[in-house]
């Protein structure tokens, strides 16, 4: 299971979201502490609590608890999963509603909490996501549901949900998405790298890599560009961090010292014209009119890529946009990026990545319709907030 936490002020806003879906017959109450499911007589039992905490802003939870889509739960075991979610999170005199959501292709569940007891007594948010996660854990192995690997253990960075939603638009990978794939297989490319051989083979796939480096050559971490976007090793999961990496590659500090100092110019000077080269992106002060780049003589090495003009998002099809220029496309915001010698289809990540049965093409809705309807909601949600 995973959990979606969004602490709100607006409890009027999420209630009708929810009330909507069940107009729809997209979802179904499961559960509730209320008298009545009016939205008035809702609205006046939370405002009758809300008034012991008056100076309490964000007083409600409004979370998403989201099973495998092989989950076979009847209403009556999502119920009791409810009920043991908020006593084990301290809701257990607190006014809440249970609903039940039919519109993905996957169990979930969703429940509005108040954070004030009837007592008038607030249950932290302190840690709020590290406790729900350890909750949700202790349900998986109680209910024997598909146990998640916690975000501590996982080796890579989830999916956001803002990528989704991207990669739905565009059916491409996300840079980050990419990122990942790539240096992943570049360490399975050979049993243990040498530091050279991992720098090359990330910058033949278009990744460059910069070090944190100590003038003493020592390194405390790692990131990597990908089409512009630079990421911390952390960022993008465990196995990615230098801390990792440095264990899984074979290196040594003074023998790598320069190579790494090396690599760090080049991939910043290759940063600086990515962001010279975008009119709409800030200007580094190294690259100031009237001064020289200030790293120093780039290595014989170096060779810097040919750079072509493609659309912001990852385009699965670049080469499409090889030979464009700025001018054939007058108004629209570009980026300047190194030329990347083989493209990644979303198809390629499917299998390997742990969301990837979201983002297979057969599961995808309209990018634009999900934004629209977004919209749409927002507006009539609009001066409603309670």
Request: include cysteine; charged fraction near 30%; glycine fraction near 6%.
């Amino acid at each position: 299971m995973t959990a979606n936490l969004i602490k709100g002020k607006g409890f009027r806003g999420a209630l009708r979201y929810n009330m909507e879906k069940v107009a729809k017959e997209e979802a179904e109450v499961l559960d509730h502490s209320f008298g009545s499911l009016k939205e008035k007589a809702i609205l006046k039992e939370v405002l009758a609590v809300k008034v012991q905490r008056p100076s309490l802003q964000k007083y409600f939870y409004h979370t998403s608890i989201n099973f495998p889509y092989h989950e076979k739960l009847s209403n009556q075991l999502m119920k009791q999963i409810g009920q043991d979610f908020l006593e084990k999170s301290g809701f257990d005199q607190h006014q809440y509603l249970m609903f039940r959501h039919y519109d993905a292709d996957h169990p979930h569940l969703h429940i509005l909490v108040n954070r004030i007891g009837y007592d008038g007594s607030v249950v932290s948010d302190s840690n709020d996501y590290a406790r729900c996660e350890k909750v949700l854990r202790e349900l998986e192995k109680k209910y024997g549901l598909t146990e998640v690997v916690s975000s501590k253990q996982a080796q890579e960075r989830a999916v956001s949900k803002d990528e989704l939603l991207m990669m739905k638009r565009t059916n491409s990978p996300s840079a980050k998405m990419a990122m990942q794939h790539i240096i992943k297989e570049v360490l399975k490319s050979k049993s243990q790298l040498s530091t050279n051989e991992f720098i090359s083979k990330l910058d033949e796939r278009g990744v460059k890599v910069l070090f944190n480096q100590a003038s003493t050559g020592y390194v405390s971490g790692i990131s990597y560009s990908y089409q512009g976007m630079v990421m911390q090793g952390s960022k993008l999961g465990n196995v990615f961090k230098w801390s990792t990496i440095k264990n899984t590659i074979n290196y040594e500090q003074e023998r790598d010292r320069q190579r790494i100092h090396e690599t760090n110019i080049r991939s910043e000077h290759e940063l600086n014209k990515l962001r010279a080269g975008n009119k709409h992106a800030h200007r580094d002060p190294a690259n100031a009119q009237g001064s020289d780049i200030k790293y120093g003589q780039l290595p014989d090495s170096t060779q810097i890529n040919r750079l072509y003009i493609f659309s912001p998002s990852f385009a699965a099809g670049i080469n499409k946009h090889a030979n464009q220029s700025s001018e054939s496309q007058p108004g629209r915001v570009v980026k300047a990026v190194p030329e990347i010698q083989k493209s990644i289809s979303l198809a390629s990540l499917l299998d390997s990545h742990n969301r990837g049965r979201d983002l297979s093409p057969a599961n995808q809705s309209s990018g634009d319709d999900d934004c629209m309807k977004k919209k749409r909601k927002k507006k009539k949600r609009r001066g409603l907030r309670m």
